[in-house]
């Protein structure tokens, strides 16, 4: 497998390219923040660790980020509604479910840490955790039931639950329309993702993540307002 990451690279570096290698690090108590412009065979000699094992694990979290790049580029326009779902499910909130109790604690991290000087993060950290409330509901109700319809009808082609599924839509379309408007504030509120100058590694990756974030959001949303939505509503046309 290629990678990225050797020995030789800067812990800071790692925490910033991988996704979730930050937790890896806070497992094993690895500082990637103050202490992490070293390279990573120097920290983990320090703690007295096994290299070998840490690599391994590192190698693993890059191979399942490129793995879900790829399924990102899939064509989902010829798929089965329940697959369709499924994907949506275990790709964007599966990530969400990951991503967004740890990314508030480095939200809040940063707006403790540099508030005082950075007066915009209080900002930051008010949108993002009405983002957090919003998405987390929103996963809810799609999960336990527009899905669920969806699904029932595509096995029973019941008019109960396609009825059902079809009067949710709009409810969804607009719940995804008030997250679009969190996150163009957020994008706004921190000049387009900007660092400022001298920001420590923890900052950095704050803001690659709200950045990720975003992305995953036009793609999840991308394919209930393009693909999964428009295929139900024309079901009868």
């Not at 800071?12 to 390219?17: E, G, L, N, S, Y």
């Not at 409330?133 to 699904?151: N, S």
């Not at 009067?167 to 969804?172: C, F, I």
Request: aromatic share 8%.
């Amino acid at each position: 497998m290629e990678s990225t990451v050797t020995r030789e690279s800067k812990v800071r570096d790692i925490v910033i390219q991988i996704p979730r290698s930050d937790e890896l690090f806070k497992n094993y108590k690895i500082d990637f923040c103050c202490g992490g412009n070293r390279p990573l065979h120097e920290a983990i000699a320090e703690k007295q660790l096994d290299e070998t094992s840490i690599l391994s694990a590192l190698y693993s979290l890059e191979e399942e980020a490129k793995e879900m790049k790829a399924k990102d580029q899939q064509d989902w326009m010829s798929e089965s509604y329940p697959a369709l779902m499924e994907h949506i499910v275990r790709r964007h909130h599966g990530y969400l479910v990951e991503e967004l109790p740890d990314l508030s604690f480095y939200v809040t991290k940063i707006f403790r840490v540099h508030g005082s000087s950075h007066p915009e993060l209080e900002k930051l950290h008010r949108l993002f955790h009405q983002l957090k409330m919003e998405l987390e509901q929103h996963m809810v109700k799609e999960e336990q039931m527009v899905f669920p319809a969806i699904r029932n009808y595509a096995t029973s082609q019941s008019d109960a639950d396609y009825n059902y599924a079809l009067q949710r839509l709009n409810e969804l379309e607009a719940e995804h329309e008030e997250a679009g408007s969190l996150l163009k504030e957020i994008r706004e509120t921190t000049s387009d993702f900007t660092l400022p100058p001298g920001a420590c590694t923890t900052y950095k990756m704050t803001f690659k993540r709200l950045e990720e974030l975003e992305s995953d959001m036009f793609q999840h949303v991308h394919l209930e307002n393009n693909v999964l939505f428009p295929r139900l509503q024309n079901e009868t046309a």
